[in-house]
C-alpha cells in the first residue's frame, strides 16, 4: 500500500506570509497532483507534476516534485484570504507501469489566511 | 467550462438498503472512478472503469459495490446492502485518457450517503 503523508494538517498565518505544504512517501509515484477543496464541493486540480525535480509556478503558487518522485512540495508566497481553503495531494499509482487513475490522496492541509 | 455532476447531493438511507449514487461524466471522458472520503480521513479510490469494464478497483469495493453505465451520459455506483460504514462522501471522477499522469481527473461534488 502506497501512502502519502501530508503535513502540517492544519496552517493558520497572517496575509503576506509565505508557507510551505509537504507531501511525503516511501513509496515511487509516477506522477504528483496537488487539489484545492472547497467546502461541499469535489477536489479541484490545481498542477500535476510528472518528472522527477520539476517545479512549476502557477501565480504565487510553487509546485515541486522529488527528485526520486517520492515528495513534493507547495509554496505559496505572500498568501491571501482568498487561498485559505483544503489542499490535498494525490500521487497516481502505476500498476504494471500503467496508471489506471487510481491515486492516493494525502490527508489534507486546512490553511487559514487572516486578513 | 464542462462538469462532472453528482446526484443527488444528499441521499440518507437505512442500514441493509440498497442506494445508488449517480453521476454524469464529462461527455468526452472516456475514464471514470468512484472515491469516497469518510468524515475525517483521506479521500480514498474505490474502482476505475473503462469500456464497460471495471480497470482496478480497491479492496474497499467489495462484493456489495457495483459500478454500471447504463447509457451512454450516466455512471452509477450501486451498495446493495447498506452498512453504517458506508456513510462517507462518495465522489465520481472522470478523465479523457487513462491515468492521472497527462490526463487529470475532474471530480464531481460529491454525494453525501449518510447510513442510519
Known amino acids: 500500500t502506497q501512502l502519502l503523508e501530508q503535513s502540517p494538517q492544519f496552517l493558520s498565518i497572517q496575509e503576506g506570509e509565505n508557507l510551505t505544504v509537504y507531501c511525503n512517501s516511501s513509496s515511487v509515484f509516477s506522477s504528483l497532483q496537488w487539489y484545492r477543496q472547497e467546502p461541499g464541493e469535489g477536489p479541484v486540480l490545481l498542477v500535476t507534476v510528472v518528472t522527477g525535480g520539476e517545479v512549476k509556478k502557477l501565480k504565487r503558487l510553487t509546485f515541486q516534485f522529488g527528485d526520486a518522485r517520492k515528495d513534493s512540495s507547495l509554496h505559496i508566497t505572500a498568501a491571501q484570504p482568498g487561498d485559505t481553503g483544503l489542499y490535498l495531494c494525490?500521487?497516481?499509482?502505476?500498476?504494471?507501469?500503467?496508471?489506471?487513475?487510481?491515486?492516493?490522496f494525502g490527508q489534507g492541509t486546512i490553511l487559514t489566511v487572516h486578513p | 467550462e464542462p462538469e462532472v455532476t453528482q446526484t443527488p447531493s444528499h441521499q440518507v438511507t437505512q442500514m441493509g438498503q440498497e442506494v445508488i449514487l449517480r453521476c454524469v461524466p464529462i461527455s468526452n471522458h472516456l475514464y471514470f472512478y468512484w472515491y469516497r472520503q469518510i468524515l475525517g480521513q483521506k479521500v480514498e479510490f474505490l474502482v476505475s472503469f473503462y469500456n464497460n469494464e471495471i480497470s482496478e478497483k480497491s479492496e474497499i469495493f467489495d462484493d456489495q459495490f457495483s459500478v454500471e453505465r447504463p447509457d451512454g451520459s450516466n455512471f452509477t455506483l450501486k451498495i446493495r446492502s447498506t452498512k453504517l460504514e458506508d456513510s462517507a462522501m462518495y465522489f465520481c471522477?472522470?478523465?479523457?485518457?487513462?491515468?492521472?499522469?497527462?490526463?487529470?481527473?475532474?471530480f464531481g461534488n460529491g454525494t453525501r450517503l449518510t447510513v442510519t
Open positions: 494525490a500521487g497516481a499509482v502505476t500498476a504494471g507501469g500503467t496508471s489506471y487513475g487510481k491515486l492516493t
Open positions: 471522477a472522470s478523465s479523457v485518457a487513462q491515468g492521472a499522469d497527462n490526463s487529470p481527473l475532474h
